[in-house]
């Protein structure tokens, strides 16, 4: 059973940024892959960053490229999602997934929502213009 619980959302300016944390237990053997997805108000879930295959491998949605990064410290069990130059249209609510690797080694399927059986809470994200 993985257990995940986010933290770090909060209200910036446009240009502003924001890390996002998340707690993560229940994963001692890296048995799962761990990644953020976001979703706002009207809209559908979208997989902004993760790790995939349990290799190291990343991947990032194309509208945050080059401005956020995903890290993981192992020995906490935290992953993390610093954010920067944001822009209003990453105003969302972000969420902490877990996945078993072997899910995530197609790529479809690793920025598919579905993949993830573990979702925690999510945190609030909201930038202003």
């Known amino acids: 059973q993985v257990e995940l619980a986010e933290s770090g959302g909060g209200s910036v300016q446009a240009g502003g940024s924001l890390r996002l944390s998340c707690t993560v237990s229940?994963?001692?053997?890296?048995?799962?892959?761990v990644g953020w997805f976001r979703q706002a108000p009207g809209k559908a879930r979208e997989g902004v960053a993760g790790f995939v295959r349990g290799d190291g491998s990343t991947h990032y949605a194309d509208s945050v490229k080059g401005r956020f990064t995903i890290s993981q410290d192992s020995a906490n069990h935290a992953l993390y999602l610093q954010m920067n130059s944001l822009i209003p249209e990453d105003t969302a609510m972000y969420y902490c997934?877990?996945?078993?690797?072997?899910?995530?080694?197609?790529?479809?399927?690793?920025?598919?929502?579905?993949?993830?059986?573990?979702w925690g809470q999510g945190t609030q994200v909201t930038i202003s213009s």
């Open positions: 229940g994963n001692n053997d890296h048995y799962y892959c």
């Open positions: 997934v877990a996945a078993p690797c072997w899910m995530t080694y197609n790529a479809y399927n690793a920025r598919s929502p579905e993949t993830y059986n573990y």
